[in-house]
């Protein structure tokens, strides 16, 4: 079944649409680096809201190595810096700092780490490890990590799969730090496979037991608020109920980060001058303090959206100023159905735009529907934190729009044959009739036509690859001027009887006469142009050039005008050259017909005086080719009486 234009167009718009509709609810591997891109887009977009007060970071900068010593320093002098701190007010110190190790360094006493054990023994800190997930086992069994009593609650229709990544084993701090230590929270957060840190797990498992991750922990100590269940609504969305607030989360507890800013957004104070006692103690009043290394040859960085070396405690900083502001970017339970929602209903809707509207003010409406998708999308993203992502009905609409697009040239090409053949037809027919005319009239002027018309084709062919014809006789302009040559004697049904068919040498007056007929047969055309209102046609007006100045001649001593040289048309020209050509070769009741070798002779003769020299030139390098046409025009019967030749 064939389909309509209309139904073509909407197949067209809705095909694309599918596909892009596909491709939302699988998701394959391969779009993956695009949906990031369109995540990155919108969160540099959205607007960024300033970072929390009640944060603070205390940077091991390489001042601070310049002045106290290379790192790792003395146990006993970070025992003296977390003084310091909790000394100022400090609400919690979260240390992104792993002691693995015991101190390299002898004191007199106790020992550094033992020093540092005792000053983690006064609270308000936080140890951080990393867990690990390769084959081999980190974890000890001493080495205490403070799980978490968190209930995974799923629906009925939740899948079976794990809400949190499977930890094999763990780098811990000393036993002794450990134990001292009133929290502990891991400091893991890896990149996406881009190499873009995006979101950073808040939980994860090792051997059956839960563990949060460092911002948590400090958020937490701070607060009072302990996570109490992790709700799991489908493979890709979760929620985190804690005593006070609920956090979102993806399929694998992790957050996705809404950065403050680039890097050295929080405010950053150097740790030797919090070791000297040169910073006020309003700057950590209250606030949750992250302690880590910046210094080049110690530091941890990151790559996010914003920034390519965003330091590794501030991405824990980072996570704790979401969980205070509550301000969470998160993807809805049904966002996968609602993005594939979207691209189905606006594939529809340019499908019916463009059929409308027509293909420019439908593809002008589609590039409106694609701004607003991809600002509604930074709306959302900016001011309710709701991510869902515009990448798939961006894709849907334009490939609607190019498959539309496509459609609609096919049409409108199928068209413009359909009106070309039709124009070609129309115009077969009009030259069939004026030369049926001239048939009634005369048939052996019937003929001649017929036969200038290939003769025509040949040397106007020959003649296009000449420089100075190269540019007008292009090959429609050929096709034109061949289909047109059999009217060149059209107006020779305005001669009357008596001298058309004359049987011997003509008067001066029927000479006189019979030389209007040029005039009679552009004047056949012209009233058809008046009568039908059409001026400047490309048919018409070859048309008359070939009916009117067949008969003049190079040197102007042709008839009706007297044009000279190139002030004859190029149609003119031509038509001159093969209608002397067959005149002189056919035989009439009072001239013998010349040899193919004499009138080409003649031609030649002609040349400069009669005929355009270049035309002449074509012509005698076509005119075996020629002569071939002549016999098979003849289809091989004895040459009959023709009367009336071309004067």
Known sequence: MTLGPGRLVIFCGLLPTLVAALLSLTRPAFLRSLEYGTYDRLLRAAETKPPTDRIVI???????????????????????????????????VALDIIFAEPDRFDASGASPDQMLAETLRDGRVVLGYALTFDDTQH???????????????????????????????????????????????????????????????????????IYPGLALAAVSAVSGSRPVALRVANANTSLLVLEDRSVPLDGKSNLLLRFRGPKRTFPYVSAVDVLRGQVSAETFKDKIVFVGTTALGTREVVSTPLDTLFAGVEVQASVADNLIQQDYIRRPEYAVAIETQVVIGLGLIAALLVRRLGLARGALSIGVCLAAVWLGAAWLMSNTGIFLSPMFPIVGLTGALAAITAARFTIERRRADQAGEENETSQKLMVQALLSLTEVRDAETGKHSRRTQQYTRVLAEQLARHPRYREYLTPDRIDLLSSLAPLHDIGKVGVPDQVLNKPGQLTAEELTEMQRHPVYGRDVILHAQQEVGVHDHVILGMAKDIVYTHHEKWDG??????????????????????????????????????????????????????????????????????????????HGNDRETRANGSR
């Open 139 to 209: 974890s000890p069994r001493d080495c205490v990590r403070h799980p978490l009593g968190v209930g995974v609650v799923r629906r009925d229709d939740s899948p079976a799969d794990d809400p949190f990544f499977q930890a094999t084993g763990a780098i811990c701090n000393l036993p002794v730090l450990t134990q001292s230590a009133g929290a502990t929270g891991f400091l893991n957060a890896a990149p996406d496979p881009d190499g873009l840190l995006r979101r950073v797990p808040l939980l994860m498992e090792l051997d059956g037991r």
């Open 557 to 634: 001593t042709g008839y009706p005008e007297g044009l000279r040289g190139v002030e004859i048309p190029v149609p003119g020209r031509v038509m001159s050259v093969v209608d002397v050509y067959d005149a002189s070769t056919t035989r009439t009741l009072y001239r013998p017909s010349l040899t193919h070798e004499q009138a080409v002779a003649l031609i030649v003769k002609g040349r400069g005086t009669h005929f355009d020299p270049d035309v002449v030139d074509a012509f005698v390098t076509v005119s075996t080719l020629i002569q071939h046409v002549s016999h098979e025009a003849d």
């Open 58 to 92: 205390v940077d091991i900068d390489d001042r601070s190595l310049t002045t106290v010593g290379q790192w790792p320093w003395r146990r006993d002098v970070l025992g003296q810096l977390v003084d310091r701190l909790r000394n100022n007010g400090a609400a919690t």
